[in-house]
């Protein structure tokens, strides 16, 4: 199995965040112009003539708010900066998997793209990227910005990507059940979750809503327990004594404490979003994308933020970085990194954070009063402990071949060894192709 068929066999890391931000919906099948052209001839060789503008084409993954967004943002760019057209181009939800591989193989890859994990390690293996170090020199937002997102874009010790959003595992709570249960404050600890969950529990209503998947429940539980994902040689270590310990909790709090409700174990995201929506879940494990979804659809109780509960070995929480990419294809690579640090300075950095309801990916934007209230507190809590996934293109087929574990654990088909170490010999054989 090849990268690309990796990357196209498993569900994207793309794919899974879209679908966690229902209330965002997806553009299926749009292609946005800025200032003329068509954003379908989609070569990062295009140009409107050599007498006039340049044209930069830029891909991204984005949802509704974000898109509408990001065009304002490329309209008042594209006036203060009268010798550059951008057209923008939403790649359609069923061609994530499939659109960026295809155009790399065809050389057909656009001036910028907007993509998640792991799209950075592909291109990047494929020698695709372009360094931005040289251009990142005396840049304010270089050192503002934290370095767990600069990790997400550091390939062989070369930056090949600027942060310009991060997703931070945490859990969206019901405030007013907690204060209803008499769970006075968010647990720490996992003891403290497993009796909080308990207290919430009673009748039709349930502490706890998950869905199985390897990246927002189990990995988090894996770094409390100590334990990584790959080691330093890309070999997989989920299936040692903190996996096993991580996923017998998960199992506990499912069938021994029952504090989930029937069926969860089949649940997938939109389950959980609407179960805790409907007031009668106390928690589920999400991101900032939340905060402002649940805005929009007006949920009537008041939403807390919590951090993850400390293991016995801390912390533990996985930090997901989008980007912004520029391709060394490009014959405008310079324009093209001159729109990316704009899209992502102090001012514009502070304002889609802050428009959209995201977790800062920066000091400057943290120190807004709008990120010191309590709701954001957890997202600065979780920076010492926050660990991003591996730097590999082939995690897509990991994250499968663990969620695939984690039901079968979970159905009783396995035990959390066994199943994890199938998970372990699946993942291997992927990581090795």
């Known amino acids: 199995m090849n990268i690309d068929q990796v990357l196209s066999n498993g569900k994207s890391l793309t794919s899974q965040r879209v679908s966690r931000r229902e209330a965002l919906q997806v553009i299926g099948a749009t292609a946005g112009t800025l200032i003329g052209g068509s954003a379908l001839t989609a070569c990062g060789t295009s140009s409107s003539g050599s007498n006039g503008p340049i044209t930069l084409q830029f891909w991204d993954t984005f949802s509704t708010a974000e898109i509408t967004l990001l065009h304002q943002m490329g309209s008042e760019y594209t006036k203060l900066n009268p010798n550059v057209k951008i057209n923008f181009y939403e790649i359609p939800f069923d061609q994530r998997p499939t659109k960026i591989p295809s155009a790399a193989q065809t050389n057909s890859l656009p001036d910028i793209a907007r993509a998640d994990y792991p799209y950075q390690w592909y291109l990047s293996a494929r020698n695709k990227l372009a360094h931005l170090d040289d251009a990142l020199k005396g840049w304010d937002m270089r050192d503002a910005i934290y370095d767990v997102a600069w990790k997400e874009v550091t390939y062989q010790g070369h930056i090949i990507g600027i942060p310009q959003d991060k997703f931070t595992t945490i859990f969206c709570y019901n405030q007013d059940k907690f204060a209803k249960d008499g769970v006075t404050s968010f647990p720490t600890t996992w003891d403290e979750f497993t009796s909080a969950c308990q207290k919430m529990t009673h009748g039709d209503e349930y502490g706890l809503g998950l869905y199985p998947d390897a990246g927002q429940l189990f990995t988090p539980y894996l770094l409390g327990a100590g334990g990584k994902i790959l080691d330093a040689n890309f070999n997989p270590t989920f299936n040692q004594e903190p996996g096993v310990k991580a996923l017998q909790y998960i199992i506990d709090l499912v069938s021994k404490y029952k504090v989930t409700p029937p069926g969860v174990i089949g649940w997938q995201y939109a389950n959980a979003d609407d179960a805790l929506k409907s007031g009668k879940i106390g928690m589920v494990q999400f991101g900032s994308w939340i905060i402002d979804n649940y805005k929009a659809a007006k949920v009537p109780w008041k939403l807390g933020i919590g951090a ?47 428009s959209l309801d995201h977790e800062p990916i920066d000091k400057f934007t943290a120190d807004d009063p709008h990120f010191t209230t309590p709701l954001f507190e957890p997202f600065k809590t979780s920076l010492s402990f926050a660990s991003v996934l591996p730097p590999t293109p082939a995690y897509n087929a990991v994250n499968q071949a663990i969620k695939q574990a984690i039901q079968k654990a979970l159905l009783g088909k396995a035990s959390p060894k066994q199943a994890l170490d199938e998970a372990a010999a699946t993942s291997k054989a992927a990581l090795q192709s």
């Open 308 to 354: 993850m509960p400390k293991g016995s070995s801390g912390g533990g929480a996985v930090s997901s970085t989008t980007s912004y990419m520029v391709m060394n294809t490009s014959q405008h690579q310079k324009e093209a990194i001159d729109v990316v640090k704009w899209m992502v300075s102090r001012q514009n950095a502070l304002n889609w954070a802050k």
